[in-house]
T-cell receptor, first 115, second 111 residues
Framework: DAGVIQSPRHEVTEMGQEVTLRCKPISGHNSLFWYRQTMMRGLELLIYFNNNVPIDDSGMPEDRFSAKMPNASFSTLKIQPSEPRDSAVYFC?????????????FGEGSRLTVL | GESVGLHLPTLSVQEGDNSIINCAYSNSASDYFIWYKQESGKGPQFIIDIRSNMDKRQGQRVTVLLNKTVKHLSLQIAATQPGDSAVYFCAENRAGNQFYFGTGTSLTVIP
């Protein structure tokens, strides 16, 4: 299994530009999570989906952030317009809702730098 | 407020010694806990988990202890190796499938 696949691995953009991060979860997993990691705040849960439906988006910072999961094998996290304070590593993770362990499998992350 | 926190942000140990990483949680309703290891430039990786109906669980060179009375979790690594150098996070499952992570402890193994 290839694991959770995220793209791009690195993104450098200018303030005001739109950023789209992509995630392919592990096949067969039906829960998908977006986390943001910064030195100051650690790993923050932004939003999670269950069977492609957003369950809890209370962690999404503000309206500039949006996430979609059009099908079981793809999700996007969009920031429009981006700001320097959005600079962070964004992780996608997937899991089996009814799995024996409930373990989250993380991707390698997308490092975003907003200038 | 409810939070997951770590006592020690950094820890240095000699190679071959045992390491103990601690974590405090405040949500008594949390019923499942996981320790993750994150190496530089990578995503967190599962190490070991424990459910609230247990107080100890052992894996290969790692042991997790859960003290529900004081809401404390610890990760013990036996015979620490250079490859164990990483940031370690505890995560609690509060409701359904949502995991909340602590701020992390950086472990450095001195050869």
């Amino acid at each position: 299994d290839a694991g959770v696949i995220q793209s791009p691995r690195h993104e450098v953009t200018e303030m005001g530009q739109e950023v789209t991060l992509r995630c392919k979860p592990i096949s067969g997993h039906n829960s998908l999570f977006w986390y943001r990691q910064t030195m100051m705040r650690g790993l923050e849960l932004l939003i999670y989906f269950n069977n492609n439906v957003p369950i809890d988006d209370s962690g999404m910072p503000e309206d500039r952030f949006s996430a979609k999961m059009p099908n079981a094998s793809f999700s996007t996290l969009k920031i429009q317009p981006s700001e320097p304070r959005d600079s962070a590593v964004y992780f996608c993770a997937s899991s089996l809702v009814a799995g024996a362990t409930g373990e989250l499998f993380f991707g390698e992350g997308s490092r975003l730098t907003v200038l | 407020g409810e939070s997951v926190g770590l006592h020690l942000p950094t820890l240095s140990v000699q190679e071959g010694d045992n390491s103990i990483i601690n974590c405090a949680y405040s949500n008594s309703a949390s019923d499942y806990f996981i320790w993750y290891k994150q190496e530089s430039g990578k995503g967190p990786q599962f190490i070991i988990d424990i459910r609230s109906n247990m107080d100890k669980r052992q894996g290969q060179r790692v042991t997790v202890l859960l003290n529900k009375t004081v809401k404390h979790l610890s990760l013990q690594i036996a015979a620490t190796q250079p490859g164990d150098s990483a940031v370690y996070f505890c995560a609690e499952n509060r409701a359904g499938n949502q995991f909340y992570f602590g701020t992390g402890t950086s472990l450095t193994v001195i050869p």
